[in-house]
């Protein structure tokens, strides 16, 4: 492109430079995407040599259809969703969630641990679901029940302890933790 004709386009760039981000920012759906395409037109606009010559009727048109082909060129290259090796992958994976022999393993194993825990201490019961199931740490349980914080968790080792011995087949119940954070 000539220097007369890039100097031309980028002055023209600058003076309707709100317009024609305002359009492309239509055409391509996200303002921050039109900017850079704008930002990546000025670029290529001031980089450009004198081979790339051309006759340009209508600088608006010009630059629009410059700006849009560089949003469509980044949007291609950032949204290329799976090569072909990782589809075969893919198709090959064995799905074990929907297994219907580990579904029924869970349900025996919550029809079990809801056996154990029907059998244990009250008090301990509720601080096993509060630290195990709810999430809480051992000093909010203390606070919510007014126990120290070494009394729940001397109930909270006993009540793994329980299950661990009463569920020696669940794999949950044999690497249960005494102590730690707990929150998600």
């Not at 006759?55 to 608006?60: E, K």
């Not at 082909?69 to 990782?86: C, K, M, S």
């Not at 029940?145 to 009463?166: F, G, I, N, P, Q």
Request: charged share 30%; net charge neutral.
């Amino acid at each position: 492109m000539s220097e007369n004709i890039s100097s031309t386009l980028r002055a023209r760039m600058v003076a309707r430079y709100v317009e024609l981000r305002g359009k492309l920012e239509r055409i391509v759906g996200s303002r921050d995407d039109a900017a850079d395409a704008m930002q990546e037109t000025w670029l290529r606009l001031a980089s450009a040599s004198a081979s790339d010559a051309a006759t340009v009727h209508n600088t608006d048109a010009y630059l629009l259809r410059m700006a849009a082909n560089i949003a469509t060129d980044h949007y291609r290259q950032n949204n290329v969703l799976l090569v072909r090796g990782e589809i075969d992958e893919l198709v090959h994976m064995v799905d074990e969630a929907g297994d219907p022999e580990r579904i029924a393993s869970a349900r025996s194993d919550v029809q079990a641990l809801s056996l154990v825990l029907a059998r244990m201490p009250a008090r301990r019961r509720a601080i096993l679901v509060a630290a195990r199931v709810e999430g809480q740490l051992n000093s909010e349980i203390a606070q919510r029940m007014d126990l120290s914080l070494s009394t729940v968790e001397k109930e909270l080792r006993a009540a793994l302890e329980y299950c661990k011995k009463h569920l020696p087949d669940l794999e949950a119940a044999q690497r249960g933790r005494f102590a730690g954070p707990r929150k998600y």
